[in-house]
């Protein structure tokens, strides 16, 4: 008998263990900004300049270091991003850029003593001010005046967030590490879609179409789909690209 209530207290417990969490519906914002798809962001530089999700699109892997001037674990970690981004500066054909994001909450005029403290400390990565979609990636899914920083993002070239850092990162070593794992799985994935434009999991004679279409101004294709489609890397989708990817689809080539 004791068995038999043993078992089923087992079972019971499994069962509560299945359960979702009280007050966690589907409709509750996800507890990680990763897999956000921020590539419509717009904001400015600290030179005033405008910048928007365009930029992901120059090099396959984005880190972007989200601080605050009078953030002390900011201070800490400031110098490891002006490392990685010298690093990568010297080492172009590594395609990584660095981006600082800087939070203000509700005191914009630390927009000013930020581009101040950046000038006097010498860092010469890019820098902008956040907009709603960082902020948003950063407060888990919420637009809110408070998150927690600094914060670190690794963004793919089309514009997802694919990696999240809270808090200080603790040396160049390892931000250094966190960026060439990530650009070895990007690059894996990229590859693996080249000429698949429409992302079906295939190279097809679809794909070969729709990069002539595109060459010839009949259809517009996503950037997203411009960067699959560029299978020579010349930075234009035509009729050569659309050669090459049929002749793929047909075997006679390999990505």
Request: net charge negative.
């Amino acid at each position: 008998m004791n068995s038999i209530f043993r078992r089923l207290a087992a079972l019971a417990l499994c069962a509560l263990l299945m359960l979702p969490a009280a007050g966690l519906g589907a409709d509750e914002p996800p507890q990680s900004g990763v897999g956000m798809d921020i590539s419509g962001f717009e904001s400015y530089t600290f030179a005033g300049e405008p910048v928007d999700g365009s930029i992901f699109a120059e090099t396959e892997l984005t880190v972007i270091n989200i601080w605050q001037r009078w953030c002390g674990p900011c201070w800490i970690e400031l110098p490891h991003f002006q490392q990685l981004h010298e690093y990568y500066s010297e080492t172009p054909e590594a395609d990584v850029q660095v981006w600082g994001a800087l939070y203000y909450g509700d005191n914009p005029s630390t927009i000013e003593q930020a581009v101040d403290f950046v000038a006097e400390n010498g860092y010469t990565w890019n820098h902008m001010v956040i907009c709603d979609e960082l902020t948003i990636v950063a407060a888990d899914g919420e637009l809110t005046e408070y998150i927690i920083i600094p914060q670190t993002l690794i963004v793919d070239r089309y514009g997802v967030v694919r990696a999240q850092v809270k808090g200080k990162v603790d040396s160049y070593e390892e931000l250094f590490d966190l960026t060439s794992e990530w650009l070895e799985i990007l690059r894996s994935e990229y590859a693996a879609e080249l000429g698949d434009i429409d992302l079906d999991g295939s190279v097809t004679s679809v794909d070969a179409l729709l990069a002539l279409r595109r060459s010839m101004g009949v259809v517009e294709l996503t950037q997203a789909e411009l960067l699959r489609g560029d299978v020579n890397c010349d930075g234009e989708v035509d009729s050569v690209d659309a050669l090459i990817i049929l002749r793929m689809s047909l075997g006679i080539l390999n990505r």
